[in-house]
């Protein structure tokens, strides 16, 4: 009897020791709901990290294409020369020409003059300017610089046009004259073409960013 009976605890013990070896359905469920929400915080989370990377990656990129478009403002003002050109009919265009903008396509550009300081590469026997004509045109939400070839224009030369800045809503040049006030458009006297003011005032308005102003001088 002692034996049977031992036999007999035996036998109900061994289902215990197997359910202790594995998992219930419940405890599977509950682990993966537990996995899930871990996994779906982490996703949030490299989500919100990667936005944040975008966007400062974007405003570094804007930062520096502004910073980029006042630096080459700066530089070519700085080199203004007072050096009137012939235009591709004959006419003689002064050394700075700005007028309001005019978002035409045929349109002259907001700014245009002179500049000196251009690097050349100077073959024997061979002589060659260092002035070159630039401009600055707003069209179609893009302010736009302009190179010309030559001083003296031909009837086929034309600019080589590279985007400084996209998303612009409006760009504005100022001009201060040596009589102490701001102009809208120069030169303020058609007979002095060689004239050139003593500071230009750049303003570039851009899309959802407000207005950007800066004043460079211009030195004789």
Do not use: C
């Not at 289902?15 to 915080?41: C, K, Q």
């Not at 073959?123 to 610089?145: I, M």
């Amino acid at each position: 009897m002692r034996g049977a009976r031992g036999r007999s605890a035996r036998r109900r013990a061994r289902p215990a020791t197997g359910r202790s070896a594995g998992f219930t359905l419940l405890e599977m469920l509950v682990a993966v709901g537990i996995f899930a929400l871990v996994s779906a915080i982490a996703y949030g989370g490299l989500a919100q990290a990667l936005t944040a990377r975008d966007r400062v990656a974007a405003e570094r990129e804007f930062w520096q294409a502004l910073a980029l478009a006042f630096t080459r403002f700066e530089e070519d003002l700085a080199q203004t020369r007072a050096r009137p050109i012939r235009d591709s009919d004959g006419a003689e265009l002064p050394a700075l020409v700005g007028q309001p903008t005019d978002p035409r396509a045929l349109a002259r550009p907001s700014l245009e003059f002179s500049r000196g300081g251009v690097f050349v590469f100077r073959e024997s026997k061979s002589l060659r300017s260092d002035l070159q004509r630039v401009a600055y045109r707003f069209s179609e939400g893009t302010l736009w610089r302009l190179v010309w070839p030559v001083l003296d224009r031909g009837p086929e030369a034309e600019p080589v046009a590279v985007a400084l800045l996209k998303d612009v809503e409006d760009f504005q040049a100022r001009f201060f004259n040596p009589d102490g006030r701001w102009d809208e458009y120069w030169p303020p006297d058609a007979a002095k073409p060689a004239l050139l003011p003593r500071g230009v005032e750049v303003t570039v308005k851009l899309k959802d960013r407000g207005e950007f102003r800066r004043v460079f001088p211009i030195h004789d």
